[in-house]
């Protein structure tokens, strides 16, 4: 870090500082000013009290139910998203989207942006190129093959770490699975693992285990009525269930993805995140911004303080899921399975190409795999960048992050009264929230 970083640095925590007491005396009036829709326009001050000037913008949005992709239920409860100015539609709490259906929700014009599953982006960016991928809150390393507690079995991660390589580890868990009840899900989605796990173990899926393809709950049921040996269900709501019983992750992808090549570990990850159209993109720049800010905000929440913040999304997901998953079993799942990426570490995903998770190694073989396999037309080329435009937005940020950090060294706190006190108050606060965009702009009218 140079002289001149640190000096801002210190110099924009003072004035935060600053602003963190002011704030704690006396709260702003954040209306927003502008009309309802799409547009980015803002106009006018509030009479009142300094008004951030962020419009008001009616976003139509809906997540499916699944515990990463409903994190957005914390903040329409906390009326996070209001404080950027975002009033999302339907109200309370969006629409709820059923699996599979989040790319028909858009091309149809019944949502703006939804939550989704980046892989299964991929196998329709064919026939729907108008959508884009615009962020990405996790990375998705809920694959497992669990073991009944009374084998009593090491994991590999456990027989890593105790000075075992990988192939001799796999070896003997390969051996302990042979001959053994096996039970994976139905979806066939995770089938690359599955034949991962096989091949480093030395044994063959379809003659040396007594395998089962089942329904998630049917695995659950077997499992915990002892009638399985292994078992690999898809859903996190189930992943917990078995946690919770004792089952052992025998294999994790967390840790297998570690041992392997980028090119082999590519096309077993995933990322979840919310995505939109290109129309959309094209004529709500700002609010893409701002919609990502209030995201990094929930990440930071919940990764500093699960248990006081993720209540309200259990409560909804136990209602629209059936399941009892529990805080902890939530918790589990958004820092464990599907850990939320916060604002700083997301540079791996857009702008570290040495990065294993850079988006271009995650997807660049996951399309290819996908030609290969006829999801995607074989004579066409396409680009991971074709789908996936969410680096832009996130470098956007960054630049934001910077620029208000320098403005921040050239302010001179002491000598803002009035309107312009108010207005660096403001910014600070935005700052604060991830909202850069809005926070770069009024601290520019504060110091102006």
């Not at 925590?13 to 702003?28: D, F, N, P």
């Not at 050239?410 to 909202?435: C, I, M, P, R, T």
Request: negative net charge; glycine residues 10%.
């Amino acid at each position: 870090m140079s002289k001149d970083t640190r000096g801002n640095t210190f110099r924009s925590r003072r004035l935060l500082a600053l602003v963190v007491l002011a704030l704690g005396l006396g709260s702003l009036t954040w209306a927003g000013c502008g009309g309802s829709g799409g547009g980015d326009s803002s106009e006018g001050k509030s009479s009142a009290k300094v008004d951030p000037g962020v419009p008001k913008v009616n976003v139509r949005f809906g997540m499916q139910p699944f515990g990463d992709r409903t994190i957005f239920v914390i903040v329409m409860i906390r009326a996070w998203f209001n404080e950027v100015g975002i009033n999302i539609e339907p109200q309370p709490l969006g629409r709820d989207v059923p699996p599979g259906k989040a790319a028909q929700e858009l091309v149809t014009g019944q949502l703006d942006m939804v939550s989704e599953y980046t892989p299964l982006a991929i196998q329709y960016m064919s026939q729907l190129p108008d959508i884009k991928v615009i962020g990405w809150n996790d990375i998705n390393f809920g694959t497992f093959v669990f073991a009944n507690p009374d084998l009593k079995l090491e994991g590999l991660q456990e027989r890593l770490d105790n000075g075992e390589s990988l192939d001799e580890a796999m070896k003997k868990i390969g051996d302990e699975m042979r001959g053994k009840r096996y039970a994976i899900e139905a979806s066939g989605f995770h089938r690359i693992f599955y034949n991962k796990v096989a091949e480093l173990g030395q044994f063959k899926l379809n003659s040396d285990v007594e395998l089962s393809v089942l329904e998630d709950p049917q695995i659950v049921q077997q499992a915990l009525g002892n009638k399985l040996d292994f078992a690999s269900p898809a859903g996190v709501a189930q992943m917990v269930q078995l946690f919770q019983a004792g089952w052992t992750p025998l294999v994790d992808l967390k840790t297998l993805v570690e041992q392997l090549p980028p090119e082999e570990s590519a096309p077993m990850l995933g990322n979840t995140g919310w995505q939109t159209t290109e129309k959309y993109l094209n004529e709500n720049h700002d609010t893409v911004l701002r919609f990502a800010s209030v995201v990094f905000r929930i990440i930071d929440s919940v990764l500093k303080d699960p248990e006081g913040t993720l209540p309200d999304q259990t409560t909804y997901l136990e209602r629209v899921t059936g399941t009892d998953i529990g805080v902890a079993g939530l918790t589990k799942v958004l820092t464990e399975i599907d850990p939320l990426t916060p604002f700083d570490e997301q540079a791996g995903y857009w702008t570290d190409k040495s990065s294993r998770f850079y988006y271009t190694k995650l997807y660049e073989p996951q399309i290819k795999a996908a030609q290969e396999g006829g999801v995607l037309p074989k004579g066409k080329q396409f680009k991971a960048s074709d789908l996936i435009v969410a680096g832009k937005y996130y470098e956007e940020l960054v630049a934001l992050k910077d620029e208000y950090d320098k403005l921040v060294g050239e302010v001179d706190e002491g000598s803002l009264s009035g309107e312009s006190k108010e207005l660096a108050e403001a910014a600070a606060k935005q700052y604060a929230a991830f909202n850069y965009l809005d926070a770069v702009r009024l601290l520019k009218e504060a110091s102006a």
